[in-house]
């Protein structure tokens, strides 16, 4: 019978369901500025991946050019990564996408990435409800060119140099819903339980979610006269309603006040509970979405939350009908016809 | 005219009044009609009956580039000698479209026969041409068609009287139109029937005056078209993708490519859907070029044999695309069906003019891989090939085609079915990284500069890598470092020098041993092996001719030069580009013998342009 | 150490202990740094004051592709006999980056100097370079600054350090301070407290030990730069483009081409306002580069003096415009400041690689007027001259710069105010067009190629015609007509062969009688004059020098070859894209006299790799 | 004194207010299908110009590539002409615009030139709020290319061959209006009284003009299931308001029910009058328009009228504060600075 001592075992740290730590889903250590809303996202992403215990290798990260699209390079190093060409990710998603929809996908842009030279093919991946995750970090400005205005940055805002924005702000979540996206929503780099709250019921549904995630430049666009700078967030973010999540692997009989909550059952068996802050606030009615959403540009707010979200409608991949097996891995019996099909296709043109 | 004379007692259609002698099997008919007439399904008729007899047929069609009412010429050259190359002469016309009757009627060559629509009066114009007026309103009306088939079936009736005229066998005609509308009974019975009345009706009351005929080869004659096939290279090429297993397609239409997919999709509806329904494949209409590869580019990196086919403003927009799918060394198939350019340029007028552009597509030192199918085979065949090639070689690959290969009516043997299974090229699984304890993306371990690569959800904690179109190191790390910029970049050209031994060999034909070499590539093929035959019978001149298949070149190229006291380089584009090619690549002390035969004018090129220039040079034209 | 010492008694800078000569104006200093911490005014001063005391410099900066927190080497090069290139020895280092200053000791030559913080121990890496440690810090606090500017100011010391140790004036260094921050006083007396701290230290505590030194030149002393202006190339071609009477600009941000866009903003806010505030301008920030071209080819078909700039990436986006530019004949202006590619490639290193892509950027048979300044002084002609020729040509043209003219600082005679007036080319105003009875917009009217064309708006009812990419004749009319089509190409091949009789003729430098020849464009100049002084000197090698600054190529470009037994073609790309051009456009015979001499590791080539290459192949190397 | 009867002088023709007659407003013969709803358009044009008295030399017509972006060639011949590239006419249309604002722009551009390939710079051509008249020519398919569906066809509607179009439909309308056009309505090929109106107002526009014309497909797009068909349009057309226009150079004073009414007073003087048919029509609230737009597709109701008009917002020549003569024009004294400006410049750099 042991009597002597035992030494208390070092901590462990903590592991998730599937039993990865952390560490697993760590990135590179960023090039981007101290302070800059871009880092901040990729923890938040991060955390969510792990927290929700998604296997690293079976994600893609996938992105255009920009600081921001720079950033899947300091998130889950063990996960695929594509840095494609500027504005133009959208198209290289869908294709690996569809070469591979067992796989998830997150996505990351820029405002200049999206809504200026990748505007075409944003809408066109809106509109087809691929099943990725769509996230802008939305700075205002071109940030990795120093930072010329995007077409996001609202009417009236100011330059460093004092340069004022006389063009109006592309507001990407009217966009989003008027065109197809099935999950539309808004956050802010600094908000990090909404943010969290979100991303992770953004992994429990099915079809295109769009983030909007204000995301500011602290070196060009956080100063006074910015609206997409900190000090502006802080005083003009409006929640339109609070995010909670309920991950299927978790007990769902959490208590939630049925008049003022909205629970949203996701694809997985998690469930989305949507506390009503705005009045006027209700997620799942389209054509309401984008009134509130243009209403509050004339009322000067910057809302935030889920804005839209429709877990019934088919994504692009159920669309196409595709195999249940990853479409690049099919072995040649089932993707080269038979020596009789070509006979027969002879034998059409004799 | 009543309908009792068009059943009156047949006669014999005579020979030509002046005993000379009959023209069998080697001439060439028009039909001159506007397009959205329906013409097509007569004109193919009249194409495949022939080539059921077993003569050797080819047939071109030169539409406007609108959808309807506008001038459209399908020739179809009868060959007994297989020469299939447009041929400038016509022997006779079918002028249908009262439009350019007069200029179609003015442009032939004396002796030539015309059959036009009483109404029109053509014979009014020229006395050295033979003419044959038919009440075509009349007949069709007769034909018994409801009013609104009519237009259509009026090109039926030019088919039976050219029938008649040229003795087409009627039975040939007979099984063609019932193949043409197999799924379609009442539609065969319809269409024969005016095939008939016109036949009929030349029977009865057109004297033949012309020296032209049809006669069926020989079962044994070496000619003899049985057992092959005609075929356009577009749908040919759409088999080759689909045998090759391609999985994704992105696409945006354009003319002359768009039957590549189109053909592509039918195919894939109907052999590549699974019992339960499902696909396995996705081929999706692009909102443009740049998605369209963007999507091909991010499936072959995910793993997947994706193509896209397009062509000239289509590829000038996938510039920025090819460059990335170089530099980040992913798979890709691009078929480009050449049209002439530049930049809307003739949309549906044929050209070689892409190739100097294709080569270096995108900004810095890019290069790529190109394959040039020559005929409807090779479109299958390349098809096929691109795929091996572009996951063999981590690298997009080009396949350039052009409109008269593409949609234009060619024989062929039939296809083969292919031998060598599909291989994926150099893709380390799980198990192979757990025995390696990892690896470095772009190390060139094997010396051919071709790296290795995993597939997106690779179940291995070092699978994983880092894909981008800025500056890496061996590991997929960012890097700026000048050395690792250099290396990966001499890399890459060893891999483009591995991909010539890779690429589809030239083919020569001729001795090998001549001092007059011709050098070619894609449709321009068919001109010249029957300008050879001039060459050799008009002016005693041998030749001989490689006709290159791919770029980078391969050894064979740079030796038929050095073998050569001068070679004639042959291409459809103003600027020499194949030349131009060779100039770069080749020994500059061959370079010196090469000259230029050009033709550029939106037409497919034809014998005589080639032998004339050749014969010329060479001081043996008469 | 207390303040005090600072103000101790001044002693001063020590001979170096050995005897060893003193190395006057004829040596390199890097600083190495990281991006964002402010240190580009500091070097700027630095090399300001250098060339204020006559002395030829020139500086570089090697900045990663982001925005702060990476490494960035400045590197100033002072050379007595006015040598700019890239020098790859440093003599002096400023060790301002932890992360880089091992490295960067350890990559010095023996013998070498290196100013660093004492914190870093450098002094332990090697034994064979010599040290002077600072306290960065201390300096910096006790400069007084507030400690929010510490992190600018400290940047100031190491520039007073290196002016005490340098024997650099500073009564020039003060003037250089004030005149950069002339606009903030305040400023200007930090920077310049901050220099003094630093050279006091050094003047008290440092002893002189390395041979370098800087020494004002006699004010007649022929290199003497005095009169010279400090200039980068974006700048200038911005100033060449407001000159020139640019009036539309489309743009889209890249790096290294941003700023030409950016220093144009600035000119037209201060020079073309006009009194009621209203702008002669319209510069718009486009959604992307397809966009900014777009505007440009519409703008220019409108009559305005359009201009675009970008960068490869951007360029690739362009192909489908510039193929409609050209065979529409609009006029335009592209400049490409080019990077390193393929692809996104390096960002921010240089390269001249797009030249080949670009000469022929679109599908089909596409050619393209290019401009290849080699100097910033060339970038302000050349920017002006573009304009001139794309609307005399009616097609656009392109200036190729790179990111080491166009980003870093040169030397150079100040800029001469355009003396010919501006002129608009063949535009017909109504006027003419009541005089003439109309016209053809195709037609070529007077044998050069170069058709007439008139402006939108102009009053008159046979004025208007219609613009189009797709076939057309001689009036301007829709035509698919095979011979239309052909006489329009061959007629744009005419007007290609006049712009070379019209576009800037090559430079030659040497006695043109040498056999060897040394072909090349843009900023491989630089290494190359220096490389034919090292030739000479070291190998005995007498070399003449041809620099070609436009395509296509003019006689003289022929003639140089034609005249020499060998001819070394150097650029700055792996495929030797100049030669390529070259063996496509010379006399074949010539051809196999092009040697090629290549650098393409991103950074700007330097004179040894250029001479090394050529004294060896002319077996004269030692 | 006469006594021979005088024979009548042959009737005059109708001449406009610049004393030109119809031919001169007249174009090249289509080659387009007889029945395209695109000639019909080109008709009304060519009435609309030369009604409203505008100077033929004055107007530019841009284009892209289609059947529908030939029509250029097929009025107006008179004019001057750019028949551009695929999808990216906004930018050149925007470019001559700015070298010469003084000229008035009708670009005419089809469903797939505009929604598909052209996403992106439509997107961003409306938000600049360029003066202009920009006609979608809508067939609902790629014409030119032989019917394939654009991003226009609605859901559900069937192709010649019985493919059925999955995804949803972009409503260029609501997206136009969302972005910042200041003059967005829809009309009808075979509607000539209303397109007749509304080509009118659109002259009397200053700002970009958004005008989506259904314009059937005789050849790929006019059958059974297609919802682009004339007979779709004839059971389905839903006018939100009657259009009505008097020309700045025509009485007025006419009479109208200011409370079914609405008077738009125009740039130029001319008024356009709505007449309310729809209850919840508003044309003036940017939110509303968005609304009942999104609202008529659950209704599967084709809306057509003025939806939305702006006539105070800047146009973008306006931003962009250039000085009254075209810019191309301008003579070198004013293009040119002075030898002293280079001096001063080359001092800086000392
Ligand atoms: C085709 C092309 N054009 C331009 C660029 C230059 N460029 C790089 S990033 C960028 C804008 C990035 O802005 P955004 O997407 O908002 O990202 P941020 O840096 O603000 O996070 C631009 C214009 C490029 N890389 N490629
Ligand atoms: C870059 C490019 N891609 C494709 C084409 C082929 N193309 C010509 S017209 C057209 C679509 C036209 O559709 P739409 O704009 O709706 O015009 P419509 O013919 O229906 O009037 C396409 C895809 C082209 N000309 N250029
Ligand atoms: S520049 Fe702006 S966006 Fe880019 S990293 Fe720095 S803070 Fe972030
Ligand atoms: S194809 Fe359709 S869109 Fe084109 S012209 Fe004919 S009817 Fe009109
Ligand atoms: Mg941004
Ligand atoms: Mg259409």
Redo the contacts with the bound molecule.
């Keep these: 019978m042991a009597t002597t001592p035992v030494a208390p075992a070092p901590k462990a740290p903590k592991l998730n369901r599937i039993g990865l730590q952390i560490l697993d889903y760590r990135g590179g250590k960023t090039t981007l500025c101290a302070g800059c809303g871009h880092n901040a996202i990729s923890e938040r992403i991060t955390e969510a991946f792990f927290e929700m215990g998604i296997q690293p290798e079976r994600v893609m990260k996938m992105s255009g050019i920009g600081c921001s699209s720079k950033s899947p390079a300091y998130f889950m190093s063990r996960s695929f990564s594509f840095n494609s060409v500027h504005g133009r990710m959208p198209s290289v998603a869908t294709g690996a996408l569809l070469a591979n929809k067992t796989m998830r996908s997150v996505a990351v842009s820029g405002d200049g990435d999206t809504a200026s030279i990748g505007m075409g093919q944003f809408v066109h991946l809106m509109r087809r409800n691929v099943p990725m995750i769509y996230i802008i970090e939305d700075n205002g400005v071109y940030g990795l060119t120093k930072g010329q205005f995007s077409a996001t940055a609202d009417i009236g805002s100011k330059q460093k140099t004092g340069v004022v924005n006389d063009l109006p702000a592309i507001d990407i979540c009217a966009l989003a819903i008027q065109l197809g996206a099935t999950f539309v929503g808004r956050s802010f780099s600094g908000d990090k339980k909404q943010l969290s709250a979100m991303l992770k019921a953004a992994l429990a549904h099915q079809g295109t979610v769009l983030l909007d995630v204000i995301s500011p430049c602290v070196t060009f666009n956080d100063h006074e006269g910015s609206t997409k700078s900190y000090k502006y967030m802080q005083e003009h973010e409006e929640e339109v309603g609070e995010v909670g999540f309920v991950p299927f692997f978790e007990d769902i009989s959490v208590e939630y006040d049925a008049n003022t909550t909205i629970d949203v059952p996701m694809h997985d068996g998690s469930h989305l509970r949507l506390r009503k802050i705005h009045e006027e606030y209700a997620p799942t009615d389209k054509i309401g979405a984008v009134k509130l959403l243009n209403e509050s540009h004339h009322k000067g707010e910057v809302l935030t939350g889920v804005f839209y979200v429709d877990t019934q409608k088919q994504d692009f991949a159920q669309l196409l009908n595709l195999v249940d097996e990853p479409l690049a891995t099919l072995p040649e019996s089932r993707t080269r016809p038979s020596r009789e099909v070509l006979t027969q296709l002879m034998e059409l043109h004799l | 005219m009543t309908p009792t004379q068009l059943v009156a007692e047949s006669q014999p259609a005579k020979q030509a009044a002046d005993g000379s002698k009959r023209i069998v099997n080697d001439f060439s008919i028009q039909v001159a009609t506007v397009n959205g007439s329906g013409s097509q399904s007569a004109n193919s008729v009249l194409l495949r009956s022939i080539f059921r007899m077993g003569v050797p047929v080819s047939g071109k069609n030169l539409f406007p580039s609108n959808i309807a009412g506008l001038p459209t010429w399908y020739t179809i050259r009868v060959n007994k000698d297989g020469w299939v190359a447009r041929k400038t002469e016509i022997d006779l016309l079918i002028a249908m479209n009262p439009e350019t009757a007069k200029e179609d009627v003015l442009s032939m060559k004396a002796g030539g026969a015309v059959i036009y629509d009483e109404g029109l009066k053509l014979n009014e114009l020229r006395s050295d041409l033979i003419f044959y007026a038919v009440p075509f309103d009349q007949l069709t009306v007769a034909t018994g068609a409801e009013a609104k088939l009519r237009k259509l079936i009026k090109n039926m009736v030019y088919v039976g009287i050219a029938a008649q005229l040229l003795s087409i066998d009627m039975a040939s005609v007979e099984e063609t139109v019932r193949k043409q509308f197999a799924k379609k009974v009442k539609a065969a019975e319809l269409n024969l029937n005016a095939v008939r009345v016109g036949h009929d009706y030349a029977k009865s009351t057109l004297t033949k005056q012309d020296p032209l005929a049809v006669e069926a080869l020989a079962a044994d004659h070496p000619r003899n078209t049985r057992g092959k096939i005609i075929i356009d290279g577009n749908a040919a090429a759409a088999m080759g993708a689909m045998f090759a297993g391609v999985t994704v397609v992105g696409w945006?239409?354009?003319?002359p490519s768009s039957s590549v997919v189109e053909n592509l999709i039918d195919l894939m509806k109907k052999y590549r859907v699974e019992k339960d329904g499902k696909a396995t494949f996705a081929i999706v209409q692009a909102e443009?070029?740049l998605a369209a590869i963007g999507m091909v580019l991010g499936a072959g990196w995910a793993g997947a044999r994706a193509m896209t086919a397009?062509s000239g403003?289509?590829l000038?927009?996938m510039a920025e695309f090819a460059g990335l799918g170089y530099y980040a060394e992913l798979p890709g198939v691009i078929f480009d069906i050449q049209r002439t350019g530049p930049s809307?340029g003739l949309?549906t007028r044929t050209s070689q003019a892409d190739l100097t552009f294709i080569a270096g597509l995108s900004h810095g030192d890019t290069k790529h891989v190109i394959l040039l199918p020559g005929s409807v085979k090779e479109c299958f065949e390349f098809g096929m090939e691109c795929f091996e090639l572009a996951e063999q070689l981590q690298t997009p690959v080009f396949m350039l085609s052009d409109l008269d290969l593409g949609m234009n009516n060619w024989m062929s043997e039939p296809f083969d079915y292919p031998e060598k299974p599909i291989s994926r090229g150099k893709v380390l699984s799980a198990e192979d990284l757990q025995r390696l304890g990892g690896f470095g993306r772009y190390k060139d371990v094997d010396g051919d500069g071709i790296p290795y690569r995993t597939l997106p959800g690779t179940d291995h904690p070092l699978a994983a890598y880092f894909t981008r179109g800025s500056g890496h190191n061996e590991k997929a790390l960012y890097s700026e470092r000048p050395d690792d910029y250099e290396n990966n970049m001499l890399r890459l050209a060893r891999k483009f020098d591995t991909a010539k031994t890779l690429v589809p060999k030239p083919i020569l034909e001729g001795s090998g041993k001549e001092k007059v070499g011709i050098l070619a590539f894609g449709t321009s093929h068919w001109a010249i092996i029957e300008a050879r035959d001039q060459l050799t019978r008009e002016s005693k001149l041998a030749t001989d001719y490689l006709r290159v298949r791919a770029y980078p070149f391969t050894q064979e190229v740079h030796d038929f030069v050095a073998r050569h006291d001068r070679v004639y380089v042959v291409e459809q584009n103003r600027d020499a580009q194949l030349q131009s090619l060779l100039k770069v690549d080749l020994d500059p002390a061959f370079a010196v013998k090469l000259r230029s035969v050009l033709h550029f004018n939106g037409l497919p090129i034809d014998a005589r342009s080639v032998s004339a220039v050749i014969a010329e040079e060479e001081g043996v034209a008469k």
Tied chains: 1, 4.
């Design positions: 945006y239409p354009i003319t443009d070029e397009s403003p289509g000038s927009l809307t949309p």
